[in-house]
């Protein structure tokens, strides 16, 4: 089995910081693309940031200038550093990995159980 566990939620003032983590544990043979995906109350679920293994990232427009994605490929855990939150980043934040368990099989997306992050005004 492999889970996804995050850390690193909570509240937080208008202009504040937090940092997430998410570290992959299990059978795991290779994990390809790290992402962090928010939902709000009422939304759909968003991409907020990707990295690839080799460390090449992407955010969406929201977020741009203000959070940074990094991995550890040897702890197998992916973060999200959160700057200059406002009250429109309050979400459930989930991270997801691209992984195989098998070496023979295509890369599967697995989630983790989501982090609360709330931004105060």
């Known amino acids: 089995q492999v889970q996804l566990v995050e850390s690193g939620g909570g509240l937080v003032q208008a202009g504040g910081s937090l940092r997430l983590s998410c570290a992959a544990s299990?059978?795991?043979?290779?994990?390809?693309?790290m992402g962090w995906y928010r939902q709000a109350p009422g939304k759909q679920r968003e991409l907020v940031a990707t990295?690839?293994?080799?460390?090449?990232?992407s955010y969406a427009d929201s977020v741009s200038g203000r959070f940074t994605i990094s991995r550890d490929n040897a702890k197998n855990t992916v973060y999200l550093q959160m700057n200059s939150l406002k009250p429109e980043d309050t979400a459930v934040y989930y991270c997801a990995a691209d992984l195989r368990i098998y070496v023979w099989e295509t890369a599967r997306k697995y989630w983790g159980q989501g982090t609360q992050v709330t931004v105060s005004s």
């Open positions: 299990g059978r795991i043979v290779v994990i390809n693309d």
């Open positions: 990295i690839t293994s080799r460390g090449s990232t």
